[in-house]
């Protein structure tokens, strides 16, 4: 098969891109450097002629609701409208498990993303995950005053993202289904103590502070929102074996 990737130079869209070489399909990365822009839509019919299925793991780091609404909603767009426009016959959707409880932020992009895919004129496939375990060096990163580095009070369920890339590679290969069984890790964690794990394996130190964020969004960080249900599948690495790999 032809296989496109929006976002394809990402934290799991590299790894889609491996995974699905390794299973014998041709991939193209939609990227600026192949004149194709997703947000404004430029170069979309010329790179997807051929194509047999779009995954699409494009995303912002942003935690403004507007900003992730528009970002998605544009980039969903021209997707669904590009692939209709040359007959591609699939679209997979990476989404995050929790979203419709707290429809904010970051969260309120991926509602609108959504609500496109499933009313849009391509055959779908959407799959949901919770946060990857890179997540936690995302939000060391993120914020630091001196030596200190706020991390909002959250429970997580982090997976492999490289699990997510199988599993997305896994249901192009099998076709439309609409929305499938979410996908979450082995284990359920606070966030500051996968952060600090974090900071510890890679040398980066600091003092992770926990930072109860408010709000709706704050609550579902805290309550379990954000996790997975009991009828959700279960990825196999834990964080602790990848924070292990990280420090060797």
């Given amino acids: 098969m032809r296989v496109a990737v929006a976002g394809g130079t990402g934290t799991v869209g590299h790894h889609v891109v491996d995974v699905a ?13 192949r004149g194709v822009d997703l947000a404004a839509g430029t170069g979309l019919d010329a790179v997807l002629h051929g194509v047999d299925a779009v995954v699409d793991v494009a995303s912002v780091m942003t935690q ?28 997979v ?22 609500e496109l895919v499933t009313a849009g004129p391509v055959p779908w496939t959407l799959l949901r995950a919770t946060q990857f375990h890179e997540f936690a060096g995302q939000l060391h990163g993120q914020l630091r005053f001196g030596p200190f580095h706020p991390v909002p009070v959250m429970t997580s369920q982090p997976v492999a993202a490289r699990e997510v890339a199988e599993r997305l590679v896994a249901l192009v290969e099998a076709g439309p289904a609409g929305r499938v069984a979410d996908l979450a890790g082995p284990e359920v964690l606070r966030m500051t103590s996968m952060v600090r794990s974090y900071a510890r394996a890679t040398g980066r130190g600091g003092v992770v502070l926990p930072v109860p964020v408010p709000g709706k969004l704050g609550r579902a960080f805290r309550d379990g929102s954000l996790t997975a249900g009991s009828d959700a599948d279960q990825g196999v690495q834990t964080f602790a074996r990848w924070v292990a790999a990280l420090a060797r």
């Avoid at 070489?21 to 450097?33: K, P």
């Avoid at 932020?105 to 959504?114: F, L, N, P, R, T």
């Fill in 93 to 114: 959707a990476l989404s995050i498990v929790g979203i419709d409880r707290a429809p904010v932020g970051h969260y309120a992009g991926k509602v609108a993303q959504e």
């Fill in 64 to 91: 403004s609701g507007e900003e992730a609404v528009r970002f998605f909603r544009a980039v969903t767009t021209n997707l669904l409208a590009a692939e209709a426009r040359v007959g591609v016959g699939h679209h």
């Fill in 21 to 33: 070489e390794e299973h014998g399909h041709e991939v193209v990365v939609l990227s600026r450097s």
